[in-house]
């Protein structure tokens, strides 16, 4: 069963615009979040995380803000930048180090 | 190199062969992870080592797959008899510490086609 659910397989923006990815999560043990890159051929990269402890954080162009009443997670991209199209991947963890994944949002920036 | 390696990149199999997927962490990392990833799907946590001692493989999909890291620094998963539901893309990570998952750092992948 998918723990992690990303429902919006792809997401057109044009660049310079707001990019939003959601995430939703049935498990309530999760603690920690995560959001990771992924171009063609590449393996994911990290790109930005959150303790459920916290609501919001923010790194450069990239925040991440957490609802745990409703299980949900979003990835907010401004400007969006060409280089920012790729999958974007949420995952989640309970344990220390086990990631739970969902199946990714290609992202694509429009010039 | 600096990153995760795994080789080969891309594996052609015929069904009920063996085949064997290497990886290689970032020197010094502790830990290391594979994951499989089907088309079109997020990746799939399968097992985790802790230097040479695998602490967790509860995510071995069978008894056909089976994973070593004889001296805590490469990493093998074998399996056997393949399936055409193996086919997939076998990812390995490799981390620092325990602790810090968002230090996970992923290879490339192996894409598997099992015929």
């Known amino acids: 069963d998918q723990q992690v659910k990303q429902n919006s397989p792809s997401l057109s923006v044009q660049e310079g615009r707001i990019s939003i990815l959601n995430c939703d999560y049935t498990n309530s043990m999760f603690d920690y979040f995560l959001w990771y890159k992924k171009y063609p051929a590449e393996g994911p990269t990290f790109l930005i995380s959150i303790s459920s402890i916290k609501d919001k954080n923010e790194d450069g162009r990239f925040t991440v803000f957490l609802n745990k009443s409703a299980k949900h997670l979003s990835l907010h991209i401004v400007p969006s930048q060409p280089g920012d199209s790729a999958v974007y991947f949420c995952?989640?963890?309970?344990?220390?180090?086990?990631?739970?994944f969902g199946a990714g949002t290609t992202v694509t920036v429009r010039a | 190199g600096a990153g995760v390696s795994q080789s080969p990149r891309y594996k052609v199999a015929k069904r009920g062969q063996d085949v064997a997927l290497r990886c290689d962490p970032i020197s010094g990392h502790v830990s290391l992870f594979w994951y499989q990833q089907a088309l079109g799907q997020g990746p799939e946590f399968l097992t985790y080592?802790?230097?040479?001692?695998?602490?967790?493989k509860s995510g071995l999909p069978s008894d056909r797959f089976f994973a070593e890291r004889p001296e805590g620094s490469v990493s093998t998963l074998k399996i056997q008899r393949t399936q055409q539901e193996d086919s997939a893309v076998y990812l390995c990570?490799?981390?620092?510490?325990?602790?810090?998952?968002?230090?996970?750092?992923f290879g490339p992948g192996t894409r598997l086609t099992v015929l």
């Open positions: 990570a490799s981390s620092m510490s325990q602790v810090s998952y968002n230090e996970q750092f």
């Open positions: 080592f802790q230097n040479e001692a695998q602490l967790d």
């Open positions: 995952a989640a963890s309970e344990d220390d180090y086990k990631l739970s």
